[in-house]
C-alpha cells in the first residue's frame, strides 16, 4: 500500500503554494491517493489567484476531492490509517482553530487528528504582521506536534518565475513530510 496524504488550502493569500504542494505529492510514486480540501475561503483565494477551482485540482491523479463540511469522512478519525497532512497555506484562522482544538470542518478535525495520533502535520502559515496571538498559537500548535513552517521562499536558487519559487518551498513541505525528492534547486554550497 502506497502512502496516503492530506493537503488543505485554506483562505490566506499563497494558494500557489498549495497548488505546487499538491502537484509534487500526486505525482510523488511513492504516494497511493491524497485527499484534498479547501476552505470557502481557500476556494475563493484559488480562483481569484491561479484561475483554478476545485475541479481543476481534483482531477490530478490521486486526488480525491473532500467536502470540508463531512466530519464523517474517512481522514476525521484517528482509526484511519495515512501518513500525515500539511495546510498550505494555513489561515491565521485555521492555525487559531487548530491550536485550541476545535474542529467544526474536515480541515481542522483532520489536523486535530494528525495531532493526537502523532502524524505529521505541517502548518505553512500565511499571515503578516504577526500579533502576539498568532505567535502563542504558533507555539501552541509547535508544543503540540505540529511543523510550523511560514511561507518563506527561498532565493537562494536564483528563481526565474514564481512556479520555481512555488517548487522550491513544495520540496521543503514534502521533506517534512517525509518524502525525499531530489530538485536541482536545493542548496548545494559552495565557495564565498
Given at each position: 500500500?502506497?502512502?496516503r496524504f492530506t493537503?488543505?488550502?485554506t483562505g490566506a493569500s499563497g494558494s500557489g503554494f498549495g497548488v505546487a504542494t499538491l502537484k509534487r505529492l500526486s505525482a510523488n510514486p511513492s504516494v497511493e491517493r491524497v485527499a484534498l480540501l479547501l476552505s470557502p475561503t481557500g476556494k475563493r483565494c484559488l480562483f481569484d489567484e491561479t484561475g483554478l477551482?476545485?475541479?481543476d485540482l481534483a482531477a490530478l491523479p490521486k486526488v480525491s476531492l473532500r467536502d470540508e463540511r463531512?466530519?464523517?469522512a474517512d481522514i476525521s478519525s484517528g482509526s484511519y490509517r495515512h501518513d500525515g497532512m500539511a495546510i498550505v497555506p494555513c489561515s491565521a484562522g485555521a492555525l487559531g482553530r487548530i491550536a485550541a482544538g476545535v474542529s467544526e470542518s474536515l480541515v481542522s478535525r483532520a489536523a486535530d487528528v494528525c495531532?493526537?495520533?502523532r502524524r505529521p502535520l505541517v502548518l505553512c502559515l500565511r499571515e503578516t504582521p504577526l500579533n502576539r496571538i498568532h505567535?502563542?498559537?504558533m507555539l501552541r500548535v509547535h508544543d503540540a506536534g505540529a511543523v510550523v513552517m511560514p511561507i518563506m521562499p527561498g532565493f537562494y536558487s536564483?528563481?526565474?518565475s514564481m512556479d520555481d519559487l512555488f517548487d522550491t518551498f513544495a520540496t521543503r513541505v514534502l521533506d517534512q513530510l517525509g518524502l525525499r525528492e531530489d530538485d536541482s534547486r536545493r542548496?548545494?554550497?559552495g565557495p564565498v
Open positions: 500500500m502506497g502512502l493537503l488543505a488550502i477551482t476545485p475541479k463531512d466530519l464523517g495531532l493526537k495520533e505567535l502563542e498559537n536564483g528563481p526565474e542548496w548545494k554550497g
